[in-house]
């Protein structure tokens, strides 16, 4: 079935680095390695976790880019062993761990980059989980935006027309009457503004960022856990094939991610919970409409905390620039002021192995243009700068960041 979903995406040249050799830890490198861990788990406040397609592995579904990978037999012209499909997939103990890391409130959000709807299926709520690339058991509509949770998965890629009115009433109660579609993304669709605002503010406020079963070739996805990093937070990557930030993390392990998590709940002294079907949300027949939308009060939230944490520096930093009161402001000529920030969330909303365009939007008529000129130069630099054009023409400089 994932075969089928790699099908359906549009053509696509660089599809990254495939096939790299997997690595594996021995015994005692990976219980020191689960042991340092548990106790950054135990002292962390706000961790998040980035999951990729390595975690979905154990349960038949098949990776992109690994030696077994979809792309990687692609590009042999041959296709995976092992392909069941959606429906018939069940949550990892991986996934099921996660889950029970967030109701002990250990984990406070999942970043996923999978659409294969197994954190979904596992019971992980809409208020705990970022979905960047789509959900291949939702469905959103294009008139109120809001999304539902299907019961089977879905046969479409590309947020494609499903044919189906929304099942939502507007306020006065009468139908919607639009259409829903997939939620899936193309290699070159923007990914979902909420959930990747809710992922930018969660992996900036981060003290620590775990990255199962990912190796984070995938932008801006791939990215996300550095800003914890850039923050002073820890990142740990669990992989078994080399990832590009692998020398920028804090701990990186090289082992099966159900093993490494078993291990980790062990030391936590957690149960690892069973898959329950009757829990599933795409199992519940007796409520067929169940709303998966993420509430805009809730991003709002996410944006004054992050705001209070990692734009407090940036603040403190331009007041003390000031000069002291009656010294004049010395600048050499054609100087430009420049402002720097640690963190700049949002600058990218396409899903791919590398990108260089420019976005240029206005709130109002009367307000002025603003433009983001966004490059990633492929060896891990992201460089941003932004420019504010006045309605009288003149284009003053705002910002200019090296990431």
């Known amino acids: 079935m994932s075969c089928n979903y790699a099908d359906g995406l549009s053509s696509y040249e660089n599809k990254g680095k495939l096939g790299l ?37 154990s349960a038949g579904i098949p990776d992109f880019r690994g030696p077994n990978g979809v792309w990687t037999l692609e590009k042999k ?7 069941i499909s959606f429906d018939d997939a069940i949550p990892t103990k991986t996934h099921m761990a996660l889950l029970k890391l967030i109701e002990v409130g250990k984990v406070k959000y999942i970043v996923s980059q999978n659409i294969d709807g197994l954190h979904l299926r596992s019971g992980v709520p809409r208020t705990k989980m970022a979905e960047l690339h789509g959900n291949m058991f939702t469905e959103k509509c294009s008139k109120c935006n809001r999304q539902f949770v299907r019961q089977t ?16 009433l507007r306020q006065n109660g009468r139908p919607c009457r639009g259409r829903v579609h997939d939620t899936i993304l193309d290699w070159e669709d923007n990914l979902p503004e909420k959930d990747l605002g809710m992922a930018d503010f969660h992996s900036c406020i981060a003290d620590l960022s775990i990255c199962l079963g990912t190796t984070l070739q995938i932008v801006p996805s791939g990215k996300l856990p550095l800003y914890t990093k850039k923050q002073g937070g820890r990142v740990v990557i669990c992989n078994l094939q080399p990832t590009k930030f ?46 998966w939308t993420i509430d805009q009060n809730q991003v709002s939230t996410m944006r004054k905390l992050y705001e209070a944490k990692c734009c407090k520096s940036t603040k403190k930093r331009s007041r003390d620039m000031k000069p002291p009161r009656g010294e004049p402001i010395k600048r050499e000529k054609n100087s430009q002021s420049e402002i720097r920030c640690d963190v700049i969330p949002k600058v990218e909303t396409k899903s791919t192995l590398y990108d260089s365009h420019l976005i240029e ?33 003149i284009t003053i400089p ?3 960041v090296n990431v």
């Not at 015994?27 to 961790?47: D, F, G, P, Y």
Request: hydrophobic share 30%; charged share 25%.
């Open 246 to 291: 692998d020398r920028k993390a804090d701990l990186v392990i090289h082992t099966y991610v159900d093993e490494m998590m078993t291990e980790l709940m062990q030391l936590l002294d957690l149960p690892l919970p069973e898959y329950d079907a009757d829990k599933d949300p795409t199992k519940q027949k007796h409520d067929p409409v169940i709303e």
């Open 77 to 83: 012209g041959l296709k995976p062993d092992s392909n």
């Open 153 to 168: 998965a879905t046969t479409s890629v590309g947020q494609k027309c499903l044919d189906k009115w929304c099942p939502s």
């Open 398 to 400: 705002q910002l200019c």
């Open 21 to 57: 050799e997997e690595k594996f830890d021995t015994t005692e490198e990976v219980s020191r390695k689960v042991s340092q861990l548990a106790k950054w788990v135990s002292v962390s406040n706000h961790i998040v976790v980035h999951t990729g397609a390595g975690i979905s592995t």
């Open 361 to 393: 939007y206005s709130n109002n008529a009367d307000s002025p243009l603003v433009q983001h000129n966004v490059f990633n130069d492929g060896n891990d630099n992201l460089n941003v700068s932004v420019k504010q054009e006045s309605n009288s023409g």
